[in-house]
Structures are given as structure tokens and as C-alpha cells.
């Protein structure tokens, strides 16, 4: 056989490829076994010192890039030198690729210089650029207001560069680092990527400029809602014209809100019609919703989710209207949902607050009945009827009867919140964990700015359940600050230093960080003794930013659940395809597993799993076109197990199917967990990603929320 030489030479340049891109994947499994046991036990410890740091230096570059993401993790500042170090000057281009990456996750303004000259050197690797300009957008996102002037010079490095970019993955983390830099006219630039041919980086600039509501593109992107073969790509375009209020885009959003094959895209336009609040679209989206029938049929439909959006779009498209046939569909919604759906009880109260009002009767006696009717339902009917009620003091100031109005909401509330602390609970006449929706009733009472709002809250802070207490700090922490909140939050923090979980504790620090007060900064000293780590960390953050000290060296180590078992478990699964069926009220969809990438994470999921721990979880968050979301043993989105993982941030970017670790923030996983409907380019390098779904999407997109796990089984 003869092969000819261009042939044969490019033969070989591929097979060369892709030997380099195999040893770079197995990299992990290069790494020593009893040095990779050091590493991650010192990053789940947040421990960085002399033996990690050590490892930067070793003569295998797979340890070297695995210490130096371990560097990246624990966030230290005292890494970034010898970080800076490894990206100027290492032998091998993945570490210098990691050395930035790691740099990034640091947040630090300290190490920018370094990452500007990798930008600036013609010698770097574009994987290198790529992850130097991915870093500074992340810096230059964390810097405070006092630094805004260094934050507009990082944003215009990064802008430049991006300018230039011809590589793939320079070109879209160089997007998401505008985005989170957001430097002055990044708009022409941004619009100069929504005609590339690569579909992804045509809906990641659809993206940044929606986020940033840019209108430089609209007049692409109007063509691009309409005729671009990505859904992606439309539904970012959809999203674009409605960030920015564009009105000439009208009928192309409405002809795409009711035509377009893709949910994605359908719920995208929706919402951007609810944004543009023209009249005009009111009727077409009244028929669609009409033809979306029986919302209470089991299994939920996944039309839910568009009936939902419509739903809102209404409220915002026929406010205080009072229009007969759209409070028809709205009554219908809500019996069908039992008025556990906030999306349908608030844009009831946008269209006819008096209407709706109406529905409670207008005396005491008849409205505590009415209260009780809608109550027994289940505790998400009366946190949805809370958010109602509160959305009323949201009313402009032009109706004519909104002090009434606000008069009556407020009494409602107060009537919910004296029932739920009434002789009735114990006559279980409420449903049960009714404490669940206190939170969302505490929020819309708050709204009012009522005379007996600090004496409800002092309450409040007095409750058995900890996410009510933690509510109750938030919002005396959005009051003024004053000596008698100062007394209620440094009364309050001791009992929530000792609760189980977290909740409590970091909002009554955040709190009493807003008092800037002597007494208060004392009291959140008390936070840097707790033996949870994420409150060492918050404690010592707050104090930071009082000017009382630098108290970050009684922050680490952090104390660990996991055992040297535990560590071993974890990382036997390296190298092993490790899977999970997902079985839902929906059907099956399957998650490969990560370990090699977030072996603590991965194991924590698998032990729950296996445990049954997600058996009859309801699917509490689901957000059409960003996010499916699961694994809070409440429901309410506040639950976990009880305990805190570290995160385990890594380089896999959210794409659609990605799997991640829900968090409340840094290093605040447990149980909660989330599927991408498309690619999220915002969430890269700041939430963990430890798996992703390789069979069964059509499950995840039918999904709605209060779909059921029925169980989980690893693989």
C-alpha cells in the first residue's frame, strides 16, 4: 500500500494529537497514589502549607498541576507566588494552563500583573491565554468599590485580548471574562462574535450581552431569533431583546414565544415579551396558555413550566387591568395548583389586587376561614399566597386604593403569622412542617414596614427551626442599624453557633457585619472559635471589612468529616466509569460520575445515593432554559444533610447536561444538586462540576418542579 507523504505526515500529527491528549487527560492517574491521598485530604482540610507547597516544585508535572489546582481550591494567598511562578516560567504548558486557572480561583488582585504578562507574551500557548484571561475575570469581579479603577483596568486587558483571540476556548472564556469584568464598549466586541460560525460562541456573546443588556446586536440578533439552526442561539437572542427592551422585536419574539419547536426558546421569548410590557402581546399568549390544559393531571406536564412563564408574563403585560378572561385562566391555574404556584397567585394580584383581595371576605371571621381553606392544602400554598400578598406593597403609587390595599395585605399576613402560632397546630389543622413557608410569610411581612416588625422578628429568632431564624436575622439586618438590633443578633448567635446546620449563624454574622458597631464586631469574634470552618471564614471575612483585623490565620485548617477510609473510598473509583440512574416521576435520565475530576463530591453523592437518602426528594427548583434542582429534604430549597463538603472546582465548563453542586456559598455543598439546560457559562469555576448527563435529557427538559425522585442507583 502506498501512502502519500502530505498524507502520511499529517497521519502522524494526528496520531501525535491525540497521544498528547490522552497523557493530558490521565494526567490524574500519573499522580502517585499516596501523594494524591496528600493532596486532596489537605484541600478538603483548606490546609495549605509547607508539604503542598513542596509538590509545586516535584519533577513530575502531573503532581505539579494537581498541587497547583489544589493551590487554586484552598484560595490561600500565601500560594500565589510560587502560582505566578509555575505560569512564567514552568517547562510544561498544561501546569502553566493550571497555574492561571489556579490563580483565578484565588480571587486575588495580588497575582493580576502575572496574568497580565502571560497575556501580553507571544510565547504562551493559547491554552495558557485562555486560562490567563479566564483568571482576571474572575479577579477583577471580586474587587471592592474602592478598587473599581484597577477592576476597569483588568476589564480593558481582558476586552484587548479578546479582540485578538482566534482559539475557540480563548475566545469563549475571554466572553464570560468580559462578562464578569464588564469593561466599557465591550458591546461592539461582543456583537462581533454573534456572527461566527461556531453556534456556541454565537449564544455565549447572546449571553454576555444579555446579561450586561447591551443592545449593540439587536439587529443581528432579531435575525438570529428567527433563522439561527442553534436553539441556543435563539433562545439567547430572545433573552437579549428582552434584557434591553427592545420594542421593534415584537413580532419576531411573539411569533417565537408561539411557533419555535424548542421549550427553550418558547420560554425565552415569553419572558422578554413580559419584559417589553406592550399590550399587544397579551392576547397571543393568553391562547397559548389556554391550550395548555389540565395542569393537575399526574405526572406533572411539562407544559407546567411554559404555563408558568405565561403565567407571569400576564401579570406584567395587563397590570391592574382587571381583564375578565385573563383572571378567568389565572382562577383556573390556581385551583388546578392548589395555590402552590407563587407565579400564579402573584401575577393574579398585578392584574386585580382588589379582585383578589376580594377572595379572602371581608371580615375577620370569614377570612381566617378562608386562610385556613387555603393553608390546609400544603404549606407552599400559604408561602405562594404570602408572596402575593407581599407583591401588593409593590403596587405604584397611581392606584387610587393601594393604601387600603396594603392595609388589608398587611392584616392577612399578620392573621397567618398569629395562626401558625396558634392553638390550631397542635390540633394539626395546619399541614404539616408548616414552619417550612413562615419564611416567605416573615419576607412579604416585612415588606409593609410594620410598627410591630422587631418584635415579630425578636420572635422569630426565638423559633425551633433554623431557617425561620435565619430569616428573621436577614431581615433585621436590612433594618437600620441600632443598638436594640445589635442586642437581638448578639442574644441570637450562640444558639445558632451550635445548630446543626449553618443557616442561622451566617446570616445572623451577616447581620450584625451591617451594624458596624463595636458591640457587634465583638460578637463576630465569637464566630472565628466555632468548629465549622465556613463560619470561621465568614466571621473572619466580616471583621476584615469593619477594619477590626486581619484574622485570616484562624481560619484553617478546616475540620473534616471524611476519615483516611473515606479519602481511599473516593479515590479508588479514579480511572473507573462510575454512574447514576436518576429515576423520576418523568422517567430515567443517566449521570456519569466524575471521581477523577471531584472525588470527594462524587463520593458524597454516591453515599447518599446509596443510602436512599434521595428517595421521595421532590425536584424543588426548575428554572425552563438554566436549571433542573434536587436533593433538599425540606422542599424549600434551604435543607441538606446536616453537614458541608468543600468545593471541588475544576476546568469541566457547564454545558448542557452538566451536572453540579448547589451551593449558598463557597464550600456550603451537601445534598443539593443541579442539571444545565444549556451551557451556563456565568457558573464555570464557581460551582463544582461532577458529572453529567449522558442519556435521558428528554427526561430532565420534561421535568417540573414538584417531580418526585423515586431513586437513585449507582453503577
Known sequence: ?????????????????????????????????????????????????????????????????????????????????????????????????????????????????????????????????????????????????????????????????LKSATDREEILLGITAVLRSKPADAGPVLDSFLSHKDARIRADAGNALARLRLKDGNAKLQVLLISDADPVVRANAARVLGATEEKAALEKLLEAATKDSDSRVRVSAIRSLAALKDARAGEPLLQRGLAITDLKREPLPSELNEALEIATALGRLYPQKADPAVLDWLHKGQIELNHAAPEVEVSYVRVSPDKY?????????????????????????????????????????????????????????????????????????????TEYGVPDVLRAYALFKPNDLVAVLKQSLDENDVIVRATAADLIGDLPPSEENTALLVAALPRALKDELNDAAISVLNSLAKQKSAPANEAIKSGLDSADYVLRKRAAAALKANGVGDFSARVAPANSRNTSADYRRALARLGKNVRAVVTTTKGSFTIELLPDLAPLTVDNFVQLATKGYYRGIVFHRVVPNFVIQAGDPRGDGNGGPGYAIRCEINEVPYERAAVGMALSGKDTGGSQWFVTHAPQPHLDGGYTVFGKVVSGMNVVDAIVRGDVIRSITIR
Open 1 to 161: 500500500m502506498h501512502i502519500r507523504t502530505k498524507s502520511f505526515f499529517v497521519v502522524i500529527a494526528t496520531l501525535l494529537t491525540a497521544i498528547t491528549t490522552i497523557a493530558q487527560s490521565k494526567r490524574v492517574d500519573s499522580v502517585p497514589s499516596a501523594t494524591l491521598l496528600r493532596i486532596v485530604k489537605a484541600e478538603d482540610e483548606r490546609r495549605w502549607d509547607s508539604d503542598l507547597r513542596n509538590l509545586l516544585t516535584s519533577a513530575n508535572p502531573a503532581v505539579r498541576s494537581r498541587a497547583a489546582l489544589a493551590a487554586g481550591r484552598i484560595g490561600n494567598e500565601s500560594a500565589l507566588p510560587e502560582l505566578s511562578s509555575m505560569l512564567a516560567n514552568d517547562k510544561d504548558q498544561p501546569v502553566r494552563a493550571m497555574a492561571a486557572f489556579a490563580i483565578g480561583e484565588v480571587e486575588s488582585a495580588l497575582a493580576a500583573n502575572s496574568l497580565l504578562t502571560a497575556l501580553k507574551d507571544a510565547a504562551q500557548s493559547s491554552a495558557v491565554r485562555a486560562r490567563a484571561i479566564e483568571a482576571l475575570g474572575k479577579i477583577a469581579a471580586a474587587l471592592p468599590k474602592e478598587q473599581q479603577a484597577r477592576a476597569a483596568e483588568l476589564g480593558a486587558a481582558i476586552l484587548n485580548s
Open 357 to 433: 383581595l376580594s377572595e379572602f371576605g371581608s371580615d375577620a371571621a370569614t377570612q381566617k376561614r378562608a386562610l385556613q381553606e387555603m393553608l390546609i392544602l400544603h404549606w407552599r400554598s400559604g408561602a405562594s399566597i404570602a408572596s402575593a400578598l407581599g407583591e401588593i406593597s409593590n403596587l405604584p403609587a397611581t392606584v387610587a386604593n393601594k393604601p387600603e390595599l396594603m392595609k388589608a395585605a398587611e392584616s392577612l399576613l399578620q392573621a397567618m403569622l398569629d395562626y401558625k402560632n396558634s392553638d390550631v397546630k397542635a390540633n394539626s389543622l395546619l399541614p404539616l412542617h
